[in-house]
C-alpha cells in the first residue's frame, strides 16, 4: 500500500505548539517502552515452554542429574544480570552471602545439622578440604534462544552459544590487572617527619626560584621589549604562566605558594603598569592597518588588561569563598589556612587601590575594599580604612576620592546606618579643604597680561611686534603645559564629592541620631562646616541645639556640636544676625567634665572651640563674658595634666592681650556690685569681675617649668616686652600646638628631667653620731685605726645560756 501521508511544511510546524510536540514525544517513548515489555514477556513465556518440554521427555537418571545441574547453572545466568553491570558493593556482599551458605559449603553426605556450631578440635586442612572445588571451564557462554521447532516428539529448543566477553575486552582487563599488579608491586614510600619537612622545604625553594625567574623575566626592561617588539609576547606568556601558579595543587606547599604569587604579581602589576588608562579598540580602530610596532603594543597593553583582570577575579573569589565558609571539592587548602589567604589579597588589594588609581579596573577595587572597612575583623578593617586614608590624601584630582565616597554612602544607607565609625572618619582626610583655600589664593594672585593690538601699534616697531607676537605665543604654550589639569575640572569633582558627604551627614542627623556614628558626622560637620551652603545654616544649627539640649549626648560629642555650630558663624555665617548665647552658656557648664583621667585628650578639642569663639570673634564678645571663661579657665588649670595647663595658660594669655581690662582679675579689689558665683552656669550673670586669679599662685609653683613660665607670665599681665615676657619659641605658637608638643602619651617628659647622681661617702663625720658612749668609743678607735682584733669566743655564751 502506498504511504499517502505528506510532510507536513514549515508553516504548520510552527503553527504546532509545544505541548503537542511533548505529547508525541512521550507516546513514541510509551510505545517503546511497551513494545520492549512485551517482547520480554515473550521471550519469558518462550524459555517456560521449553523447560516443561524438556522435563516430560523422559532421561536416564544420570541425565537428569546432569541436565538439572545444566538447567540451574542456565536459569541463574538468565535472571541474573551480567557481572560488568552489577556495582562492586553487590558483587562482594553475593560473594559473602556464597561463602556463608551452608547448604552450599557443608557435606551433604553427613547428618549434622545446618547451623551446627564450630569445632575446636576440627583441624584446618579437614575444614579446607570440606570446600567445593571449581575447576577451571570454558569461557562462559551466552545463550540465545532461537524459535523452536515441533515434531512429532514434543517441541525441541533452539540455541546458539555466545561469549560473553570479546578478545579486546579480555585483552583490556588483563592490561588493567597486570598493571595493577605492577602498582601494587612498588608501595610509595613511609616518610618520618624530617623527610617530610626537608622535602617540602625543597619544594618551597623550587617554587621560590621559579617565580623568581618568571618575575625577572617580566620585569626586564618591558618598556624596551615593547619597543623593540622581541619578547612582548613572551612577557605575556610569562605573566601568564605565574598567574596559573595561583592555583598550586600539591597539599604541603599550595597556602605559601599562593601567598608568594599574589604578592609578585602586584609588585609585578605596579611595575609595569603604564600611567595611563588603557581603552578597549573600536572596530574601525582594529580594521585600521597600523604600523608593526603600534600592533605590538596594542597586543601587550590588551594581554596585559587581560591577565591583570584574571588577577583581581583570583583576589576577590578567594576573599568570596573565605567569607562564605566555602570550599571547592577540588581544593587541597584547609578552611582555616584560607584566612590567612584572604588577608594576603586583602592585603595585595589595598595596594592596588592606593598605587594604581589611574589604571583599569580601579572602580571595581574600590567596590570590594570598601565594604571590608566593615569587616568584623579588626585587622582588615584596620588595613581597608588605612588604604583609603592614604589613597584620599594622594588624590589630588579628586576622580577616585569621588569614587570611593560615593561607594561608602550607598553602604551607610544600604546597612541602615549600622556601619563602624571608622568607616565615615576617613571623611576627615579628604583634601578638599587645602584645594579650595589654594583656589582662592590664585585667584586673588594678579595674573599674566598680554598686550593688546592697539598698544603693540603705539608703542612698538613692526619688528618688535614680531618678536613680542613669538614671546606671547612661546609664554602660552608653557602655561598650558604647567596646568596639568583644569581648575574647572577639579572645582566640579569636589564639589560633588563634598555634597555627597553632606548627604550622608544629613541623613545620619535626620534619621540616626542615635547612632554611634553621630561623633564622626559632628566631627566632619566642625572640618567642613564653612563649605556648607547658606541657606542650610539656620536649620543645622537648629538642629545641633537640640542635640545639645537632649542631653543624650556625651561631653565630647557636645564638643563637637559647640565646634561645628562655630565653625559655621565664623566662615560665611558672618553675615547672619544669630547670638549662640545658648553655645557659649553650654562650653562654660561643660568646662569643668574635664579632668586629668580619660578626659585630657578632650581638652584640644575645647581649646580649638575657645580659639573659634573668641579670638576669630571678639568683637561680638562682652567683657563679662570673657571675665567668666578667664576664671574659670585658671581654675580648670589646676585639674589637668602639664599639657592642658600648658594649653589653657596659652589660652588665658590670648584672652587677656586681645580684651581689654582683663587686669581686674590680678586685683583684690570688687568692681560694681555682687559676688562672685562660681556654681552659677551663666557666664554673663556670674559677677566675675569681683573675683581675682588666685589660681596663678599656685601654678607658679608646679613641678612643670613650662607651667611656671606662664603663670609668671600671666601674674606680669601678659607682657609682650620686658623680663616678664615669654620666650618666642613659646610666645608664637598656638595652644593647639602646645598641646601636642608637652603630651605624655609616649611617656615621656618635656623638657627631660635631668639625673641627679648622689654622692659617696666613703669617711664617717668626726663627731659624735651616737648617743651610747661605747658606740661612739668604738666608732672613734675605728677612725684613729687602733682597732684590736678578738677572737669571739662562742662557747663562753653557750656556758652562760646552759646556766
Not at 559449603?105 to 578440635?121: A, Q
Request: charged share 30%; glycine share 2%; hydrophobic share 40%.
Amino acid at each position: 500500500r502506498k504511504n499517502t501521508k505528506r510532510v507536513p511544511s514549515f508553516r504548520k510546524l510552527l503553527r504546532t505548539s509545544k505541548i503537542k510536540l511533548d505529547n508525541k514525544l512521550k507516546n513514541k517513548q510509551y510505545k517503546q517502552q511497551s513494545a520492549a515489555k512485551k517482547y520480554r514477556k515473550e521471550q519469558k513465556k518462550l524459555r517456560e515452554a521449553v523447560r516443561d518440554a524438556i522435563s516430560k521427555k523422559p532421561f536416564p537418571l544420570e541425565e537428569c542429574r546432569k541436565n538439572r545441574a545444566e538447567k540451574r547453572e542456565e536459569e541463574e545466568e538468565e535472571d541474573a544480570l551480567p557481572l560488568d553491570m552489577m556495582d562492586e558493593d553487590d558483587l562482594k556482599l553475593m560473594e559473602d552471602l556464597a561463602l556463608k551458605a551452608s547448604f552450599l559449603t557443608r557435606d551433604l553426605s553427613s547428618n549434622e545439622p545446618v547451623h551446627i556450631k564450630k569445632r575446636k578440635h576440627e583441624s584446618v586442612i579437614e575444614k579446607y578440604e570440606k570446600v567445593p572445588r571449581r575447576m577451571q571451564t570454558e569461557p562462559e557462554k551466552e545463550l540465545i534462544h532461537l524459535l523452536p521447532i515441533k515434531d512429532k516428539g514434543g517441541i525441541i529448543p533452539q540455541t546458539v552459544e555466545k561469549p560473553v566477553l570479546s578478545g579486546a575486552q579480555d585483552e583490556e582487563e588483563d592490561t588493567e590487572m597486570e598493571d595493577a599488579e605492577d602498582f601494587n608491586e612498588e608501595p610509595l614510600p613511609v616518610l618520618t617527619p624530617e623527610e617530610m619537612a626537608a622535602q617540602r622545604r625543597q619544594k618551597v625553594q623550587e617554587r621560590k626560584i621559579h617565580i623568581a625567574a618568571l618575575a625577572s623575566a617580566i620585569l626586564s626592561d618591558p618598556d624596551n621589549n615593547v619597543a623593540n617588539f622581541a619578547s612582548c609576547v613572551n612577557q605575556i606568556k610569562k605573566l601568564k604562566e605565574l598567574r596559573a601558579m595561583l592555583m598550586e595543587q600539591d597539599p604541603n606547599v599550595a597556602v605559601i605558594v599562593r601567598k608568594l604569587v599574589m604578592v609578585s604579581l602586584m609588585e609585578i602589576f605596579k611595575d609595569i603598569a603604564p600611567s595611563y588608562k588603557i581603552r578597549p579598540l573600536t572596530e574601525a580602530e582594529k580594521a585600521t592597518k597600523v604600523k608593526k610596532e603600534t600592533q605590538k603594543l596594542r597586543e601587550f597593553e590588551e594581554g596585559l588588561v587581560s591577565q591583570y583582570k584574571f588577577y583581581l577575579e583570583n583576589l576577590e573569589q578567594t576573599i568570596k569563598d573565605w567569607k562564605q565558609r566555602k570550599l571547592k571539592k577540588s581544593n587541597v587548602i584547609s578552611l582555616k589556612a584560607y584566612k590567612g589567604l584572604a588577608e594576603i589579597a586583602v592585603k595585595c588589594l589595598c595596594e592596588l587601590l592606593v598605587a594604581l588609581p589611574h589604571f583599569n579596573f580601579h572602580n571595581n577595587i574600590i567596590v570590594l575594599i570598601v565594604p571590608l572597612m566593615n569587616d568584623a575583623s579588626k585587622m582588615i578593617s584596620e588595613l581597608c580604612c588605612e588604604a583609603v586614608k592614604k589613597l584620599f590624601k594622594q588624590d589630588k584630582l579628586g576622580c577616585a576620592s569621588l569614587g570611593v565616597v560615593k561607594v561608602i554612602s550607598g553602604l551607610v544607607k544600604g546597612r541602615n546606618y549600622d556601619v563602624r565609625p571608622e568607616v565615615l572618619k576617613v571623611f576627615l582626610h579628604l583634601r578638599i579643604k587645602e584645594v579650595e583655600l589654594q583656589k582662592d589664593s590664585e585667584d586673588i594672585a594678579p595674573k599674566k597680561k598680554f598686550m593688546t593690538y592697539k598698544e603693540k601699534r603705539k608703542n612698538l616697531s613692526r619688528m618688535q611686534r614680531k618678536w613680542k607676537k613669538a614671546e606671547e605665543k612661546l609664554e602660552r604654550e608653557l602655561l598650558e603645559a604647567e596646568a596639568s589639569e583644569s581648575k574647572e575640572k577639579k572645582l566640579k569633582l569636589h564639589t560633588e564629592t563634598l555634597n555627597i558627604v553632606f548627604v550622608t551627614y544629613f541623613r545620619i542627623l535626620k534619621k540616626a541620631q542615635k547612632s554611634p556614628l553621630l561623633p564622626a558626622v559632628l566631627e566632619g560637620l566642625a572640618k567642613f562646616a564653612h563649605l556648607i551652603n547658606v541657606e542650610f545654616f539656620d536649620d543645622l544649627l537648629i538642629v545641633l541645639h537640640s542635640l545639645i539640649a537632649s542631653g543624650d549626648l556625651s561631653y565630647r560629642e557636645s564638643l563637637h556640636c559647640i565646634l561645628s555650630a562655630f565653625h559655621i558663624l565664623s566662615g560665611q555665617g558672618d553675615v547672619l544676625n544669630i547670638d549662640p548665647m545658648k553655645f557659649y552658656t553650654h562650653l562654660y557648664k561643660t568646662l569643668f567634665s574635664l579632668h586629668a583621667g580619660g578626659t585630657n585628650d578632650d581638652i584640644e578639642i575645647v581649646l580649638q572651640c575657645l580659639d573659634v569663639m573668641f579670638a576669630k570673634r571678639r568683637k561680638q564678645v562682652s567683657q563679662q563674658r570673657a571675665l567668666a571663661f578667664l576664671k574659670r579657665l585658671s581654675t580648670l588649670a589646676l585639674h589637668v595634666l602639664p599639657n592642658s595647663s600648658v594649653g589653657i595658660l596659652a589660652t588665658n594669655r590670648i584672652l587677656m592681650q586681645t580684651f581689654p581690662r582683663m587686669d581686674l582679675l590680678l586685683d583684690n579689689e570688687s568692681q560694681g556690685s555682687g559676688v562672685y558665683l562660681p556654681e552659677l552656669d551663666e557666664p554673663e550673670h556670674c559677677n566675675a569681675q569681683n573675683t581675682a586669679l588666685w589660681e596663678l599662685h599656685l601654678l607658679q609653683r608646679h613641678y612643670h617649668p613650662t607651667v611656671q613660665k606662664f603663670a609668671a607670665h600671666l601674674i606680669a599681665g601678659a607682657p609682650t616686652e620686658g623680663s616678664a615676657a615669654l620666650p618666642l619659641d613659646l610666645s608664637q605658637r598656638p595652644a593647639t600646638e602646645h598641646f601636642e608638643a608637652y603630651s605624655m602619651r609616649g611617656m615621656t617628659f618635656n623638657p627631660p628631667v635631668a639625673s641627679v647622681t648622689p654622692r659617696r661617702k666613703d669617711t664617717f663625720s668626726q663627731m659624735d653620731s651616737f648617743i651610747d658612749e661605747e658606740l661612739n668609743n668604738q666608732l672613734q678607735q675605728h677612725c684613729s685605726g687602733t682597732v684590736v682584733q678578738k677572737l669571739l669566743d662562742f662557747a663562753k655564751h653557750l656556758k652562760e645560756s646552759s646556766l
